[in-house]
Nanobody, 119 residues
Framework: QVHLVESGGGLVQAGGSLRLSCVAS????????MGWHRQAPGKQRELVAT???????NYADSVKGRFTISRDNARDTVYLQMNSLKAEDTAVYYC?????????????WGQGTQVTVSS
């Protein structure tokens, strides 16, 4: 089992910035992927960004150039720096953790943190 605790959400004006953090604990393998998804009201959960334990990153097209994902492997923590926020970024943001391969070991989710961008 892996337990995830997120922090850093809140209310911000359009054009502003927020940084989300997620700390993982439990059965953490050395090869893993951490990331962020989000879910807006009435919409499906969607990928925001992921980062592997070796540092490879992947971003949704909608956040490229504005969001940056990073991690501290020593602290089993993943960060999401969100700049130039837009109203459409408003959503509940969920941290995810995959021990590799996730098809075998599954995916874990955090409880979610609300990000609200006012226009």
């Amino acid at each position: 089992q892996v337990h995830l605790v997120e922090s850093g959400g809140g209310l911000v004006q359009a054009g502003g910035s927020l940084r989300l953090s997620c700390v993982a604990s439990g059965s953490i393998f050395s090869i893993n992927t951490m990331g962020w998804h989000r879910q807006a009201p009435g919409k499906q959960r969607e990928l925001v960004a992921t980062i592997t334990s070796s540092g490879s990153t992947n971003y949704a097209d909608s956040v490229k150039g504005r969001f940056t994902i990073s991690r501290d492997n020593a602290r089993d923590t993943v960060y999401l720096q969100m700049n130039s926020l837009k109203a459409e970024d408003t959503a509940v943001y969920y941290c995810n953790f995959d021990n590799s391969p996730s098809s075998v070991f599954g995916r874990y989710w955090g409880q979610g943190t609300q990000v609200t961008v006012s226009s």
